[in-house]
């Protein structure tokens, strides 16, 4: 056999192979590299009988060790069932006022609210529960619903305008501008009566001639003094806080479009117990019950319906 040629310049064989004056050296792979991947194809043929692997027309070769994630799976879930258990068995013979009085099971049951909370009422309160236009904030305490224990529970299991038999909701904020209740004037003088309420700057003459309409179309809900109705779910119109915005137009649009909110009802999807656990986590992590209102409040309220706080 003739020998190879060898490059001039690196006294390496070539290969024979010649592109364009360019000709290719046979230079060996380096022996770390070789080891590597008589290794790598070693451990290919010990997965294949220690693991499970390749296909068949019914099935698969299960493996020597017969290892399997999806019962891997299965066993976490089912071990993660049991401890719960313990801990849902305490849940569901204990009342909300024992689950907080009790620093273990509280915990266990903040864990357990966490948890379903952020995979079920993030999306329209927000993560940490702040809420958004539209949806109320449940880290203050202004409740539309009551924000005792029982009441949170309550509101969490039939909703509010859900469908549900028992669902909250049975007062509705009526479109007094969209269905000609009241005309485009009437709606702008509310506003600015509104306003003054809320202990903001306001056309006192818009106050003035709203005060009437006031009186016969929004105190049977809000009450004479705007203060609302907690049992009702009817907002106080004295305070700071605003479900669907606080400025001129947002007030305006919902005195003319009636804007109703609805929360579903959770009584079929979740357990009594995280019903309670889900109650425990939203109270804990809120500013709890509203305080009764203070004389200042009512005052400020009943000045403007007699006419003596001129805005």
Same mark, same amino acid.
Request: aromatic share 8%; hydrophobic share 40%; charged share 20%.
């Given at each position: 056999?003739?020998?190879?040629?060898?490059?001039?310049?690196?006294?390496?064989?070539?290969?024979?192979?010649?592109?364009?004056?360019?000709?290719?050296?046979?230079?060996?792979? %380096?022996?770390?590299?070789?080891? $590597?991947? /008589?290794?790598?194809?070693?451990?290919? @043929?010990?997965?294949?009988?220690?693991?499970?692997?390749?296909?068949?027309?019914?099935?698969?070769?299960?493996? $020597?060790?017969?290892?399997?994630?999806?019962?891997?799976?299965?066993?976490?879930?089912?071990?993660?069932?049991? &401890?719960?258990?313990?801990?849902?068995?305490?849940?569901?013979?204990?009342?909300?006022?024992?689950?907080?009085?009790? %620093?273990?099971? &509280?915990? /266990?049951?903040?864990?357990?609210?966490?948890? $379903?909370?952020?995979?079920?009422?993030?999306?329209?309160?927000?993560?940490?529960?702040?809420?958004?236009?539209?949806?109320?904030?449940?880290?203050?305490?202004?409740?539309?619903?009551?924000?005792?224990?029982?009441?949170?529970?309550?509101?969490?299991?039939?909703?509010?305008?859900?469908?549900?038999?028992?669902?909250?909701?049975?007062?509705?904020?009526?479109?007094?501008?969209?269905?000609?209740?009241?005309?485009?004037?009437?709606?702008?003088?509310?506003?600015?009566?509104?306003?003054?309420?809320?202990?903001?700057?306001?056309?006192?003459?818009?106050?003035?001639?709203?005060? &009437?309409?006031?009186?016969? &179309?929004?105190?049977?809900?809000?009450?004479? #003094?705007?203060?609302?109705?907690?049992?009702?779910?009817? %907002?106080?119109?004295?305070?700071?806080?605003?479900? @669907?915005?606080?400025?001129?137009?947002?007030?305006?649009?919902?005195?003319?479009?009636?804007?109703?909110?609805?929360?579903?009802?959770?009584?079929?999807?979740?357990?009594?117990?995280?019903?309670? #656990?889900?109650?425990? /986590?939203?109270?804990?992590? #809120?500013?709890?019950?509203?305080?009764?209102?203070?004389?200042?409040?009512?005052?400020? !309220?009943?000045?403007? $319906?007699? !006419?003596?706080?001129?805005?």
């Amino acid at each position: 056999m003739s020998e190879r040629e060898r490059d001039e310049h690196s006294g390496t064989e070539t290969t024979g192979h010649e592109w364009d004056g360019i000709k290719e050296l046979d230079t060996p792979l %380096p022996r770390w590299w070789l080891w $590597v991947w /008589y290794g790598s194809i070693l451990w290919a @043929f010990v997965y294949w009988i220690l693991m499970p692997a390749w296909p068949g027309i019914s099935g698969y070769t299960k493996g $020597v060790l017969g290892l399997s994630d999806r019962a891997a799976v299965v066993r976490e879930l089912g071990d993660l069932a049991e &401890q719960r258990r313990a801990g849902e068995g305490r849940l569901r013979t204990a009342t909300l006022q024992q689950i907080e009085g009790d %620093p273990e099971l &509280q915990a /266990y049951a903040m864990q357990v609210g966490q948890s $379903v909370f952020g995979d079920n009422c993030a999306t329209c309160h927000g993560a940490g529960g702040a809420g958004a236009k539209g949806y109320p904030n449940l880290r203050d305490d202004v409740w539309l619903w009551g924000g005792s224990l029982d009441e949170i529970r309550h509101t969490i299991q039939v909703g509010v305008r859900s469908g549900h038999a028992q669902a909250r909701g049975e007062t509705v904020m009526p479109a007094f501008g969209r269905d000609q209740m009241l005309n485009d004037a009437q709606v702008s003088d509310l506003t600015e009566y509104v306003m003054a309420l809320s202990g903001r700057k306001a056309d006192a003459a818009a106050v003035g001639r709203a005060r &009437q309409t006031y009186a016969d &179309q929004c105190s049977a809900c809000h009450g004479s #003094a705007g203060t609302g109705d907690i049992g009702r779910g009817v %907002p106080n119109l004295t305070d700071a806080e605003w479900l @669907f915005g606080s400025d001129r137009t947002a007030i305006r649009d919902q005195i003319w479009n009636g804007r109703n909110g609805v929360m579903p009802t959770w009584e079929a999807r979740f357990s009594p117990e995280t019903l309670k #656990a889900l109650a425990v /986590y939203i109270h804990a992590n #809120a500013g709890g019950e509203a305080e009764p209102l203070t004389a200042a409040v009512r005052r400020q !309220g009943e000045s403007i $319906v007699t !006419g003596a706080a001129g805005r």
